[in-house]
């Protein structure tokens, strides 16, 4: 029971890290690298509370953030992402299972493409003549987030097999 406190602990501690994130690339254009480091440097820790093995489990993590980190560290080297983003990417990749992975870089688009849009148009608006920045570590830890909640806080609830009453208390049974 302990591990599960612990393993639930430590993604809420991810998700708080990315809500940390979005407000200072809001607020600086800037994704600290100390941020980061912690985020890749805790994946062990949950790669350990999570009981993932270390083949095929972590092995797959660290091949799928190395992946991400060479394609990434490409679009950085043509001007189309920020240094800071490619280090979150590559961060998250060592938490997130590969399958979701792909499903965090879609949802990150979306939000990235609405985001574009809405500060597109507050440019525009505002009449400025300096270059648009785009606060994309808001797009990655809105999609980090709905990931967390999507995929791993489900895993989280009881259900009615493992708690009869909790539904019951709860007013829905």
Do not use: C
Request: hydrophobic share 60%; proline share 4%.
């Amino acid at each position: 029971m302990l591990s599960g406190y612990f393993h639930y602990g430590l993604l809420a501690g991810l998700a708080i890290a990315l809500l940390v994130t979005a407000f200072t690339d809001i607020r600086w254009r800037q994704i600290d690298n100390r941020l980061n480091a912690g985020i890749a440097l805790a994946a062990p820790l949950y790669w350990w509370a999570s009981g993932l093995s270390l083949w095929p489990g972590v092995a797959m993590q660290i091949g799928i953030a190395a992946a991400a980190f060479a394609v990434l560290a490409a679009l950085f080297a043509m001007r189309m992402m920020g240094g800071g983003d490619v280090k979150l990417l590559t961060a998250l990749a060592l938490w997130i299972e590969p399958s979701w992975f792909l499903k965090l870089l879609i949802m990150m688009a979306l939000v990235g493409g609405v985001l574009t849009l809405v500060a597109g148009a507050w440019h525009v608006a505002r009449r400025q003549k300096d270059r648009l920045q785009i606060p994309y570590g808001v797009a990655i830890a809105a999609a980090g987030i709905w990931v967390l909640g999507t995929h791993y806080l489900p895993a989280a609830m009881p259900t009615d097999a493992q708690h009869p009453t909790a539904l019951a208390s709860a007013g829905l049974g």
